[in-house]
Protein backbone atom coordinates (compact mmCIF):
# COMPACT_ATOMS: atom_id res chain seq x y z
CA UNK A 1 0.00 0.00 0.00
CA UNK A 2 1.30 3.23 -0.80
CA UNK A 3 -0.08 6.02 1.53
CA UNK A 4 1.32 9.28 1.88
CA UNK A 5 3.86 9.81 4.76
CA UNK A 6 1.93 12.54 6.58
CA UNK A 7 -1.53 10.37 6.10
CA UNK A 8 0.40 7.26 7.33
CA UNK A 9 1.89 9.79 10.58
CA UNK A 10 -1.83 10.10 11.76
CA UNK A 11 -2.81 6.18 10.98
CA UNK A 12 -0.32 4.80 13.17
CA UNK A 13 1.67 7.33 15.23
CA UNK A 14 4.76 6.22 16.75
CA UNK A 15 6.42 8.87 19.26
CA UNK A 16 8.79 10.08 16.93
CA UNK A 17 5.90 10.20 13.92
CA UNK A 18 3.86 11.89 16.93
CA UNK A 19 6.41 14.53 17.49
CA UNK A 20 6.96 15.29 14.34
CA UNK A 21 3.35 15.57 13.51
CA UNK A 22 3.13 18.01 16.45
CA UNK A 23 6.17 20.09 15.52
CA UNK A 24 4.40 19.99 11.88
CA UNK A 25 1.29 21.55 13.27
CA UNK A 26 3.21 23.86 15.64
CA UNK A 27 5.24 25.14 12.76
CA UNK A 28 1.69 26.04 11.09
CA UNK A 29 -0.27 27.37 13.64
CA UNK A 30 2.73 29.12 14.38
CA UNK A 31 3.89 30.68 11.08
CA UNK A 32 4.34 34.39 12.91
CA UNK A 33 7.75 34.67 14.21
CA UNK A 34 8.32 34.79 17.38
CA UNK A 35 5.04 33.55 18.95
CA UNK A 36 6.17 30.17 20.18
CA UNK A 37 9.74 31.03 20.97
CA UNK A 38 9.76 31.69 24.19
CA UNK A 39 8.64 28.54 25.91
CA UNK A 40 10.52 26.35 23.14
CA UNK A 41 13.85 27.85 23.63
CA UNK A 42 13.00 27.17 27.93
CA UNK A 43 11.66 23.88 27.65
CA UNK A 44 15.66 22.89 26.27
CA UNK A 45 17.63 24.90 28.32
CA UNK A 46 21.19 24.23 27.37
CA UNK A 47 24.15 24.63 30.04
CA UNK A 48 26.83 26.52 28.64
CA UNK A 49 29.75 25.22 27.56
CA UNK A 50 33.05 25.39 30.21
CA UNK A 51 35.36 28.00 29.17
CA UNK A 52 38.35 26.46 30.57
CA UNK A 53 39.36 23.56 29.21
CA UNK A 54 39.16 20.39 31.26
CA UNK A 55 40.95 17.52 30.54
CA UNK A 56 39.27 13.80 30.85
CA UNK A 57 40.58 11.86 33.56
CA UNK A 58 43.14 8.97 32.97
CA UNK A 59 40.25 5.71 32.56
CA UNK A 60 41.15 2.08 33.74
CA UNK A 61 39.99 1.21 29.89
CA UNK A 62 39.99 3.32 26.80
CA UNK A 63 36.12 2.98 26.27
CA UNK A 64 34.93 5.38 23.90
CA UNK A 65 31.13 6.48 24.01
CA UNK A 66 31.51 7.37 20.18
CA UNK A 67 32.55 4.19 19.20
CA UNK A 68 30.05 2.23 21.15
CA UNK A 69 27.24 4.96 20.16
CA UNK A 70 28.23 4.03 17.06
CA UNK A 71 27.06 0.65 17.17
CA UNK A 72 23.63 1.88 17.86
CA UNK A 73 23.26 1.63 21.55
CA UNK A 74 21.08 4.33 23.89
CA UNK A 75 22.19 5.63 27.05
CA UNK A 76 19.61 3.64 29.31
CA UNK A 77 21.57 0.21 28.14
CA UNK A 78 24.65 1.60 30.60
CA UNK A 79 23.40 4.68 32.89
CA UNK A 80 20.06 3.58 34.46
CA UNK A 81 18.50 5.80 37.75
CA UNK A 82 17.96 3.01 40.41
CA UNK A 83 15.34 3.67 42.69
CA UNK A 84 15.97 4.68 45.55
CA UNK A 85 19.00 6.81 44.60
CA UNK A 86 20.30 10.24 42.86
CA UNK A 87 22.83 8.77 40.15
CA UNK A 88 22.88 7.22 37.09
CA UNK A 89 25.48 4.72 37.72
CA UNK A 90 28.21 2.61 35.58
CA UNK A 91 27.58 -0.03 33.70
CA UNK A 92 27.86 -4.04 35.13
CA UNK A 93 31.27 -5.61 33.75
CA UNK A 94 28.53 -8.22 32.39
CA UNK A 95 26.91 -5.75 30.19
CA UNK A 96 30.38 -5.24 28.70
CA UNK A 97 30.82 -8.98 27.96
CA UNK A 98 27.47 -9.54 26.45
CA UNK A 99 29.40 -8.06 23.80
CA UNK A 100 33.14 -8.36 24.79
CA UNK A 101 32.95 -12.30 25.51
CA UNK A 102 33.36 -12.14 21.29
CA UNK A 103 33.94 -9.04 20.50
CA UNK A 104 37.86 -7.87 19.86
CA UNK A 105 38.84 -10.54 22.49
CA UNK A 106 42.32 -10.23 20.90
CA UNK A 107 43.21 -6.67 22.04
CA UNK A 108 44.83 -5.69 25.12
CA UNK A 109 41.93 -3.79 26.52
CA UNK A 110 39.55 -6.04 26.08
CA UNK A 111 42.05 -8.94 28.16
CA UNK A 112 42.14 -6.59 30.90
CA UNK A 113 37.97 -6.41 31.01
CA UNK A 114 38.50 -10.09 30.65
CA UNK A 115 40.41 -10.08 33.64
CA UNK A 116 38.35 -7.54 35.67
CA UNK A 117 34.78 -10.12 34.60
CA UNK A 118 37.11 -12.96 35.84
CA UNK A 119 37.89 -11.81 39.17
CA UNK A 120 34.82 -9.83 40.40
CA UNK A 121 36.40 -6.91 40.78
CA UNK A 122 34.69 -3.52 39.62
CA UNK A 123 36.07 -1.47 37.08
CA UNK A 124 36.94 1.59 39.03
CA UNK A 125 35.64 4.09 36.74
CA UNK A 126 36.55 7.78 37.56
CA UNK A 127 33.92 10.45 38.19
CA UNK A 128 34.04 13.03 35.75
CA UNK A 129 30.98 15.35 37.20
CA UNK A 130 29.97 15.54 40.76
CA UNK A 131 28.42 18.18 42.85
CA UNK A 132 29.91 19.51 45.46
CA UNK A 133 29.09 17.71 48.60
CA UNK A 134 25.94 18.90 50.66
CA UNK A 135 24.14 20.35 47.90
CA UNK A 136 20.70 18.55 47.20
CA UNK A 137 20.66 16.62 43.30
CA UNK A 138 19.01 13.76 41.66
CA UNK A 139 18.65 12.87 38.09
CA UNK A 140 14.92 11.44 38.50
CA UNK A 141 13.62 14.71 38.65
CA UNK A 142 15.40 16.05 36.08
CA UNK A 143 14.80 13.32 33.73
CA UNK A 144 11.17 13.57 34.55
CA UNK A 145 10.96 16.79 34.01
CA UNK A 146 11.88 16.31 30.22
CA UNK A 147 15.93 17.29 30.27
CA UNK A 148 17.93 15.53 28.26
CA UNK A 149 21.57 14.03 28.94
CA UNK A 150 22.74 16.42 26.37
CA UNK A 151 21.37 19.27 27.94
CA UNK A 152 23.73 19.23 30.66
CA UNK A 153 26.64 16.66 29.04
CA UNK A 154 27.19 17.70 25.87
CA UNK A 155 26.70 15.53 22.89
CA UNK A 156 28.65 12.38 24.32
CA UNK A 157 27.61 10.38 21.48
CA UNK A 158 30.81 12.31 19.29
CA UNK A 159 33.18 11.92 22.61
CA UNK A 160 36.46 9.41 22.82
CA UNK A 161 37.09 10.26 26.03
CA UNK A 162 34.31 12.23 28.47
CA UNK A 163 35.27 15.36 30.36
CA UNK A 164 33.89 18.00 32.01
CA UNK A 165 32.80 20.16 29.29
CA UNK A 166 29.73 21.95 30.57
CA UNK A 167 29.32 24.34 33.27
CA UNK A 168 26.96 21.68 34.83
CA UNK A 169 28.26 21.99 38.35
CA UNK A 170 28.16 25.49 38.55
CA UNK A 171 25.54 27.24 41.20
CA UNK A 172 24.46 29.96 38.56
CA UNK A 173 23.70 27.21 35.82
CA UNK A 174 21.40 25.15 38.60
CA UNK A 175 19.64 28.38 39.38
CA UNK A 176 19.39 29.86 35.40
CA UNK A 177 17.64 26.86 34.06
CA UNK A 178 15.68 26.50 37.55
CA UNK A 179 14.43 30.46 36.74
CA UNK A 180 14.16 29.57 32.57
CA UNK A 181 11.72 26.36 33.72
CA UNK A 182 10.07 27.93 36.53
CA UNK A 183 11.16 25.52 38.83
CA UNK A 184 11.88 26.51 42.22
CA UNK A 185 14.89 28.48 43.13
CA UNK A 186 15.11 29.45 46.61
CA UNK A 187 18.66 28.54 48.86
CA UNK A 188 16.72 25.65 50.67
CA UNK A 189 15.81 24.09 46.98
CA UNK A 190 19.63 22.56 46.98
CA UNK A 191 21.01 23.93 50.27
CA UNK A 192 19.92 22.95 53.67
CA UNK A 193 21.16 26.26 54.49
CA UNK A 194 21.31 28.51 56.31
CA UNK A 195 21.84 25.80 59.35
CA UNK A 196 23.61 26.48 62.49
CA UNK A 197 26.03 23.38 61.63
CA UNK A 198 26.63 25.65 58.14
CA UNK A 199 27.54 28.30 60.26
CA UNK A 200 30.00 26.55 62.69
CA UNK A 201 27.49 27.12 65.45
CA UNK A 202 26.70 24.07 67.32
C1 LIG B 1 26.69 -3.95 21.94
C2 LIG B 1 28.03 -4.53 22.02
C3 LIG B 1 29.05 -3.87 22.93
C4 LIG B 1 28.94 -3.62 24.29
C5 LIG B 1 27.75 -3.85 25.21
C6 LIG B 1 30.22 -3.08 24.69
N1 LIG B 1 31.06 -3.01 23.62
FE1 LIG B 1 32.99 -2.38 23.64
N2 LIG B 1 33.08 -2.55 21.63
C7 LIG B 1 32.09 -3.04 20.82
C8 LIG B 1 32.51 -2.95 19.43
C9 LIG B 1 31.70 -3.38 18.21
C10 LIG B 1 33.82 -2.40 19.44
C11 LIG B 1 34.71 -2.10 18.26
C12 LIG B 1 35.57 -3.32 18.06
C13 LIG B 1 36.63 -3.13 16.99
O1 LIG B 1 36.82 -2.02 16.53
O2 LIG B 1 37.26 -4.13 16.66
C14 LIG B 1 34.15 -2.18 20.85
C15 LIG B 1 35.37 -1.69 21.29
C16 LIG B 1 35.74 -1.57 22.62
C17 LIG B 1 37.06 -1.19 23.09
C18 LIG B 1 38.28 -0.88 22.21
C19 LIG B 1 39.02 -2.17 21.95
C20 LIG B 1 40.27 -1.87 21.14
O3 LIG B 1 41.33 -1.73 21.75
O4 LIG B 1 40.13 -1.71 19.91
C21 LIG B 1 37.02 -1.16 24.46
C22 LIG B 1 38.15 -0.83 25.42
C23 LIG B 1 35.68 -1.52 24.83
N3 LIG B 1 34.93 -1.77 23.70
C24 LIG B 1 35.24 -1.58 26.13
C25 LIG B 1 33.92 -1.82 26.50
C26 LIG B 1 33.42 -1.69 27.86
C27 LIG B 1 34.26 -1.32 29.06
C28 LIG B 1 32.10 -1.98 27.82
C29 LIG B 1 31.11 -1.92 28.96
C30 LIG B 1 31.04 -0.64 29.64
C31 LIG B 1 31.76 -2.29 26.43
N4 LIG B 1 32.88 -2.17 25.68
C32 LIG B 1 30.51 -2.68 26.00
C33 LIG B 1 30.89 -3.55 21.24
C34 LIG B 1 30.38 -3.49 22.52
C1 LIG C 1 28.22 0.54 26.51
C2 LIG C 1 27.97 1.28 27.73
C3 LIG C 1 27.71 2.78 27.69
C4 LIG C 1 26.79 3.46 26.93
C5 LIG C 1 25.85 2.91 25.87
C6 LIG C 1 26.85 4.85 27.35
N1 LIG C 1 27.78 4.98 28.35
FE1 LIG C 1 28.23 6.69 29.35
N2 LIG C 1 29.71 5.74 30.36
C7 LIG C 1 30.03 4.39 30.23
C8 LIG C 1 31.23 4.11 30.99
C9 LIG C 1 31.92 2.76 31.08
C10 LIG C 1 31.62 5.33 31.60
C11 LIG C 1 32.85 5.58 32.49
C12 LIG C 1 34.06 5.88 31.64
C13 LIG C 1 34.03 7.24 31.00
O1 LIG C 1 33.89 8.25 31.70
O2 LIG C 1 34.11 7.29 29.74
C14 LIG C 1 30.65 6.33 31.18
C15 LIG C 1 30.67 7.67 31.57
C16 LIG C 1 29.69 8.59 31.24
C17 LIG C 1 29.63 9.96 31.76
C18 LIG C 1 30.59 10.58 32.73
C19 LIG C 1 30.07 10.33 34.12
C20 LIG C 1 30.88 10.96 35.20
O3 LIG C 1 31.75 10.29 35.74
O4 LIG C 1 30.64 12.13 35.51
C21 LIG C 1 28.53 10.55 31.20
C22 LIG C 1 28.05 11.96 31.45
C23 LIG C 1 27.92 9.57 30.33
N3 LIG C 1 28.65 8.39 30.39
C24 LIG C 1 26.80 9.81 29.58
C25 LIG C 1 26.33 8.95 28.61
C26 LIG C 1 25.30 9.30 27.66
C27 LIG C 1 24.60 10.64 27.60
C28 LIG C 1 25.11 8.21 26.86
C29 LIG C 1 24.21 8.09 25.64
C30 LIG C 1 24.46 9.13 24.60
C31 LIG C 1 26.00 7.16 27.34
N4 LIG C 1 26.73 7.66 28.37
C32 LIG C 1 26.07 5.88 26.82
C33 LIG C 1 29.32 3.47 29.51
C34 LIG C 1 28.33 3.75 28.58
C1 LIG D 1 19.91 18.72 34.55
C2 LIG D 1 21.26 18.31 34.24
C3 LIG D 1 21.56 16.84 33.96
C4 LIG D 1 20.91 15.98 33.10
C5 LIG D 1 19.70 16.26 32.24
C6 LIG D 1 21.65 14.74 33.14
N1 LIG D 1 22.69 14.84 34.02
FE1 LIG D 1 24.05 13.39 34.45
N2 LIG D 1 24.91 14.59 35.87
C7 LIG D 1 24.49 15.87 36.18
C8 LIG D 1 25.16 16.31 37.38
C9 LIG D 1 24.94 17.65 38.07
C10 LIG D 1 26.02 15.25 37.77
C11 LIG D 1 26.89 15.17 39.04
C12 LIG D 1 26.00 14.41 40.03
C13 LIG D 1 26.56 14.07 41.38
O1 LIG D 1 27.62 14.54 41.77
O2 LIG D 1 25.91 13.24 42.06
C14 LIG D 1 25.85 14.19 36.80
C15 LIG D 1 26.51 12.98 36.84
C16 LIG D 1 26.32 11.94 35.92
C17 LIG D 1 27.02 10.66 35.95
C18 LIG D 1 28.11 10.25 36.95
C19 LIG D 1 27.57 10.14 38.34
C20 LIG D 1 26.35 9.28 38.44
O3 LIG D 1 25.26 9.85 38.59
O4 LIG D 1 26.46 8.05 38.36
C21 LIG D 1 26.53 9.90 34.91
C22 LIG D 1 26.95 8.49 34.55
C23 LIG D 1 25.53 10.71 34.23
N3 LIG D 1 25.43 11.95 34.88
C24 LIG D 1 24.83 10.30 33.13
C25 LIG D 1 23.70 10.96 32.63
C26 LIG D 1 22.83 10.41 31.61
C27 LIG D 1 23.02 9.08 30.90
C28 LIG D 1 21.83 11.32 31.41
C29 LIG D 1 20.60 11.20 30.53
C30 LIG D 1 19.78 9.98 30.75
C31 LIG D 1 22.09 12.46 32.30
N4 LIG D 1 23.22 12.19 33.03
C32 LIG D 1 21.31 13.62 32.39
C33 LIG D 1 23.57 16.62 35.46
C34 LIG D 1 22.68 16.11 34.53
C1 LIG E 1 18.20 21.87 32.39
C2 LIG E 1 17.56 22.61 33.48
C3 LIG E 1 18.03 22.36 34.89
C4 LIG E 1 19.31 22.37 35.37
C5 LIG E 1 20.60 22.65 34.59
C6 LIG E 1 19.23 22.09 36.78
N1 LIG E 1 17.92 21.90 37.15
FE1 LIG E 1 17.27 21.31 39.00
N2 LIG E 1 15.37 21.21 38.30
C7 LIG E 1 14.97 21.58 37.04
C8 LIG E 1 13.52 21.47 36.95
C9 LIG E 1 12.65 21.81 35.75
C10 LIG E 1 13.09 21.04 38.23
C11 LIG E 1 11.64 20.80 38.69
C12 LIG E 1 11.26 19.38 38.49
C13 LIG E 1 9.86 19.12 39.07
O1 LIG E 1 9.08 20.04 39.15
O2 LIG E 1 9.63 17.97 39.41
C14 LIG E 1 14.28 20.86 39.04
C15 LIG E 1 14.25 20.40 40.36
C16 LIG E 1 15.36 20.36 41.20
C17 LIG E 1 15.34 19.97 42.58
C18 LIG E 1 14.10 19.54 43.39
C19 LIG E 1 13.63 18.21 42.92
C20 LIG E 1 14.23 17.06 43.65
O3 LIG E 1 15.26 16.51 43.16
O4 LIG E 1 13.68 16.65 44.66
C21 LIG E 1 16.62 20.08 43.06
C22 LIG E 1 17.10 19.78 44.46
C23 LIG E 1 17.43 20.55 41.97
N3 LIG E 1 16.64 20.69 40.85
C24 LIG E 1 18.78 20.83 42.07
C25 LIG E 1 19.58 21.22 41.01
C26 LIG E 1 21.01 21.47 41.10
C27 LIG E 1 21.82 21.39 42.37
C28 LIG E 1 21.43 21.81 39.85
C29 LIG E 1 22.84 22.16 39.39
C30 LIG E 1 23.90 21.24 39.77
C31 LIG E 1 20.27 21.76 38.97
N4 LIG E 1 19.17 21.43 39.70
C32 LIG E 1 20.31 22.03 37.62
C33 LIG E 1 15.76 21.98 35.99
C34 LIG E 1 17.15 22.07 36.02
C1 LIG F 1 19.27 25.29 42.02
C2 LIG F 1 20.24 24.96 43.03
C3 LIG F 1 20.82 26.06 43.92
C4 LIG F 1 20.14 27.10 44.51
C5 LIG F 1 18.69 27.48 44.37
C6 LIG F 1 21.11 27.79 45.32
N1 LIG F 1 22.33 27.18 45.22
FE1 LIG F 1 24.03 27.72 46.24
N2 LIG F 1 25.07 26.24 45.32
C7 LIG F 1 24.55 25.37 44.38
C8 LIG F 1 25.64 24.55 43.86
C9 LIG F 1 25.53 23.47 42.79
C10 LIG F 1 26.81 24.96 44.54
C11 LIG F 1 28.22 24.42 44.34
C12 LIG F 1 28.89 25.31 43.30
C13 LIG F 1 30.30 24.96 42.98
O1 LIG F 1 30.84 24.00 43.51
O2 LIG F 1 30.89 25.69 42.15
C14 LIG F 1 26.43 26.03 45.44
C15 LIG F 1 27.31 26.69 46.31
C16 LIG F 1 26.95 27.65 47.22
C17 LIG F 1 27.83 28.25 48.20
C18 LIG F 1 29.29 27.91 48.38
C19 LIG F 1 29.47 27.01 49.57
C20 LIG F 1 29.11 25.61 49.26
O3 LIG F 1 28.16 25.08 49.86
O4 LIG F 1 29.78 25.03 48.38
C21 LIG F 1 27.10 29.13 48.91
C22 LIG F 1 27.55 29.99 50.08
C23 LIG F 1 25.75 29.13 48.36
N3 LIG F 1 25.71 28.21 47.34
C24 LIG F 1 24.71 29.93 48.79
C25 LIG F 1 23.44 29.99 48.22
C26 LIG F 1 22.41 30.94 48.61
C27 LIG F 1 22.55 32.03 49.67
C28 LIG F 1 21.31 30.66 47.84
C29 LIG F 1 19.96 31.37 47.82
C30 LIG F 1 20.04 32.79 47.49
C31 LIG F 1 21.67 29.53 46.99
N4 LIG F 1 22.96 29.17 47.24
C32 LIG F 1 20.82 28.92 46.07
C33 LIG F 1 23.22 25.27 44.00
C34 LIG F 1 22.21 26.12 44.37
Redesign the pocket.
Known sequence: MNIPIALRLVLAPTGRGKAALCTLLLACLFVAPGIAQEPEASREFVVADNLAPHSAPAQPLPFSHKTHMAVGLVCQMCHTNPDPGSLMTYPSTETCMACHAAIATDKPAIMSLQEFAESGRTIPWVRVYA??P??SWGHRAHLESGAQCENCHGDISQVETVSESKAT???AT??SC?EARGAK???V???A?PTDQYLGIE
Do not use: F, K, R, S
Open positions: VTGVLAMCIHAECTCHW
